[in-house]
């Protein structure tokens, strides 16, 4: 992940014209995939220039392309599971996704007034935007850019997403084994372990994937499971302690 430089190409180009509470922000790209470790992110909510812009890697002052929005873009972002870029376009309130491949605009969703930020689902389906002026957050189904509203408190800014823990997801280390030892999750689900015991144990994968080296005593681990399948897991320091995960979707 590297943080870009701030776009200041606006401003140089029209020193003379730009109005004197022009803010000019920095965003951390996700480096999620191909398209997005070969290239960066940069915004502006310079009102004159109305455009997302994609700024060269290796150089910040090169604009590679330029992406037209509505008035006033706020902040763009290209999540990981999805297949568009998005920017949050606050005139309008208006959420502008585009093809990361063409720098195309592919469709404008309709959002609350004064949008300010977005986030996406884990799965990458849903898009959830803080509407500053209406007090409220939009949830977009991607897919079909179909929205539904959630009132909130005055003036919202920053979401996040928070990965998800279902129930039935977690496993309590306990007198020396996992507990329960065999869990079935669902796409997109965590499972999280935690040390309820009094000793040290670890959380092995037989096939080698991410596990836990060690866990202290209160301490806990996390993880997702891609692909479905079954899961083995030992205690790396007790091998006699095993378990196993299922996804069975
Ligand atoms: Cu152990």
Redesign the pocket.
Known sequence: MKKISLLLVSALLFPTVLPADTVVEEIIARVNNEIITRTEFAHSRDQLKQEAQQQSPTDADKIIAEIPTGVSPHYVNFFRGTSAGMVVVQGPGELLLFDPATNKPLRSIGVGKQPNWATVSGDGKTAYLTNEGSNDVTVVELATGKTATIAVGNAPRRIVVQPGVSSGAKVS?IN?AFEPPATTIAAGDSVIWSNNDG????VAFKDGSAGANSLSPGETFSRGFEKPGSYEYF?A??PY?TGRIVRAD
């Open positions: 280390i020396f000793a040290p144990h670890a205690c320091f007790h302690m």
